[in-house]
């Protein structure tokens, strides 16, 4: 059964550093979702893509994070620089919506320590 | 703005009991309902989902109701066991927007043997 893949699986910086992350999708899946999931919260969403573009960054803070999908396939979420706040889980999922699916399935996740 | 709030934060049941979460969603454009169960240091995985056309949907021992008038909806889970300690998620979305995902704050199971 095919997963959505995440690297690295745990990553610890010093605060000011900066931090990448990296999503490989459901093959043939449009939708890509990062989400940030704090401990003992529900998952956050930070942005969605449709393909290559953008339909959602209403929660994504700007000033220090940016997400690329340039070809539609694989994703980056980078922090630039980090923040002791920004400790977290790091999610990825992705769907089938506009394919006839809205659900979404989740990746194992990367998890963030700063330092 | 959109929310869903979730109850209760923890459960701990005997095992062979049952196990009911309950989530309460504000958009009312919300009509698809998934439920999530997160073991520990694992990914999410979905258990069952409902959608607003229908008022309950079963899964062997796992069901969920909706009541899209108090636009609140309910995990079941009957007989439980050891294997269903995990933390709970549940979302609500919109399939007339960007179909994002509200997720609720998680409910921790804990099935005692």
């Known amino acids: 059964e095919a997963e959505v893949a995440q690297s690295p699986r745990y990553k610890i910086t010093e605060k000011s550093q900066a931090v990448a992350f990296w999503c490989d999708p459901i093959?043939?899946?449009?939708?890509l979702y990062w989400y940030r999931q704090i401990l003992g919260q529900g998952p956050e969403l930070l942005v969605q893509f449709q393909d290559e573009s953008v339909v959602d960054d209403s929660q994504l803070p700007k000033d220090r994070f940016s997400a690329e999908r340039l070809k539609g396939v694989d994703s980056t979420l980078k922090i630039q620089p980090a923040e002791l706040g920004d400790s977290a889980m790091y999610l990825c999922?992705?769907?089938?919506?506009?394919?006839?699916?809205?659900?979404?399935?989740f990746g194992p996740g990367t998890r963030l320590l700063v330092l | 703005g959109e929310n869903v709030e979730q109850h209760p934060s923890t459960l701990s049941v005997q095992e062979g009991d049952s196990a009911v979460i309950k989530c309460t969603y504000s958009d009312s454009a919300s009509n698809y309902f998934p439920w999530y169960k997160q073991e520990l240091g694992k990914r999410p995985q979905l258990i069952i989902d409902i959608r607003s056309n229908v008022g309950e949907k079963k899964d062997q021992r796992i069901a969920v109701t909706l009541n899209k008038t108090a636009k609140h909806f309910s995990l079941h889970i009957t007989e439980t066991q050891p294997e269903d300690s995990a933390v709970y998620f549940c979302?609500?979305?919109?399939?007339?927007?960007?179909?994002?995902?509200?997720f609720g704050t998680g409910t921790r199971l804990k099935v005692l043997a």
């Open positions: 093959s043939g899946h449009a939708t």
């Open positions: 999922a992705s769907s089938r919506i506009g394919q006839g699916s809205e659900t979404q399935y």
């Open positions: 979302a609500a979305s919109s399939t007339s927007g960007t179909y994002k995902y509200i």
